[in-house]
């Protein structure tokens, strides 16, 4: 079931908050959860192209006007979750930064920069407060790891970590949505392929090309994986090798993660921490076929966890398989559960 989260009326200072980039898939999630979560806000402001301007977007039963950047914008935010890409995070968050408000950014603009704590509340929410302004949403991948193995993690050291993601087509946005439906269709009706979003034909295929590549063979997206789990928690000696796919599903990250530790751990002492971590959903009933689906994510924001075994050849290897909502949990909902942290010590 959904995560809830409700926040008391009584006596509530609350928050003037903008959503940069509101128009966008991830932008549409912020909106919606803030409202679900019941977040204090005293005055909702929502910013994108100039081509949204004057759109209306619904918050709760409210309607609201989306505006363009203007200067001055920021001078009364609390709060500002963007998710409008990294170009628009680089000019406009020290923007924002500068005039008080705490940003918590979505993009992978500001993700290693040393002084921006880049944050997964399960796992490392002390780190919020280190913030100089900006603070960063991880990658939505990273996020799912991250939330999975981190229970584990605390209970012996994780050496290594082999993961192959097959990430859904709402990571690319609104026009990846429409382009795996419409090659759907043309497939199914005999008809031209049009390409457009991707390098190559979605529908009915997989594509092991997420982002650029670097000179090391490997895409940006494989590194982000790598870079930012060692950052969240903080040990660079993990040795992670990534593999990122894109698979023609609409929505639903999932991922095959292998791990060795650095003690030995049983397959049911992870299933016991598993069933107690906040934010995990354990599936894992093999006799029923009871397993994460990337179609679950209908219905969970926890992160869904499964087909847990041990390694046939290797002493301390286990193998998983993580499935999480990249649109909420691997992004939206991440950013509120920051800004939630943000304001039960008091802003600052």
């Known amino acids: 079931m959904f995560i809830s989260f409700f926040i008391k009326e009584v006596n509530m200072k609350r928050y003037n908050v903008a959503v940069v980039g509101a128009t966008g898939l991830v932008g549409l999630e912020m909106i919606k959860i803030l409202h679900e979560r019941n977040f204090p806000i005293n005055e909702l402001v929502l910013i994108a192209s100039e081509s949204s301007e004057g759109k209306k977007l619904k918050f709760g039963e409210e309607e609201l006007n989306v505006q363009s950047y203007e200067e001055g914008i920021f001078s009364e935010i609390d709060i500002a979750l963007f998710s409008a890409g990294s170009a628009v995070s680089k000019k406009l968050a020290p923007i924002a930064a500068k005039s008080g408000t705490v940003v918590i950014d979505n993009s992978s603009a500001f993700r290693m920069h040393n002084d921006v704590p880049l944050v997964v509340p399960e796992v490392n929410a002390d780190h919020i407060f280190e913030h100089e302004g900006i603070i960063a949403n991880p990658n939505c991948s990273t996020i799912q790891m991250a939330i999975a193995l981190n229970p584990i993690y605390r209970t012996t050291k994780i050496k290594r970590i082999v993961v192959s993601t097959y990430q859904a087509v709402s990571g690319s946005g609104k026009a990846a949505i429409e382009e795996l439906t419409n090659q759907t269709m043309a497939v199914l009706d005999n008809e031209e392929i049009v390409r457009e979003v991707y390098p190559h034909q979605i529908a009915f295929n997989?594509?092991?090309?997420?982002?650029?590549?670097?000179?090391?063979?490997?895409?940006?997206?494989?590194?982000?994986?790598?870079?930012?789990?060692?950052?969240?928690?903080?040990?660079?000696?993990?040795?992670?090798?990534?593999?990122?796919?894109?698979?023609?599903?609409?929505?639903?990250?999932?991922?095959?993660?292998?791990?060795?530790?650095?003690?030995?751990?049983?397959?049911?002492?992870?299933?016991?921490?598993?069933?107690?971590?906040?934010?995990?959903?354990?599936?894992?009933?093999?006799?029923?076929?009871?397993?994460?689906?990337?179609?679950?994510?209908?219905?969970?924001?926890?992160?869904?966890?499964?087909?847990?075994?041990?390694?046939?050849?290797?002493?301390?290897?286990?193998?998983?398989?993580?499935?999480?909502?990249?649109?909420?949990?691997?992004?939206?909902?991440?950013?509120?559960?920051?800004?939630?942290?943000?304001?039960e010590k008091g802003l600052e």
């Open 206 to 343: 997989a594509i092991p090309h997420i982002d650029v590549f670097e000179d090391n063979g490997f895409s940006k997206e494989e590194m982000k994986l790598i870079h930012e789990t060692r950052k969240i928690f903080n040990d660079d000696s993990i040795k992670i090798n990534a593999t990122a796919v894109r698979i023609p599903v609409f929505k639903g990250h999932s991922e095959s993660v292998y791990i060795e530790t650095e003690s030995k751990i049983e397959v049911d002492e992870i299933k016991r921490i598993l069933l107690e971590t906040p934010g995990v959903k354990l599936v894992d009933e093999l006799k029923t076929s009871k397993y994460p689906l990337a179609i679950m994510t209908k219905y969970y924001d926890e992160v869904l966890v499964g087909r847990i075994r041990k390694d046939l050849h290797v002493k301390n290897g286990i193998s998983m398989w993580i499935v999480g909502d990249n649109l909420r949990k691997g992004a939206a909902l991440n950013a509120v559960q920051i800004a939630e942290k943000l304001i």
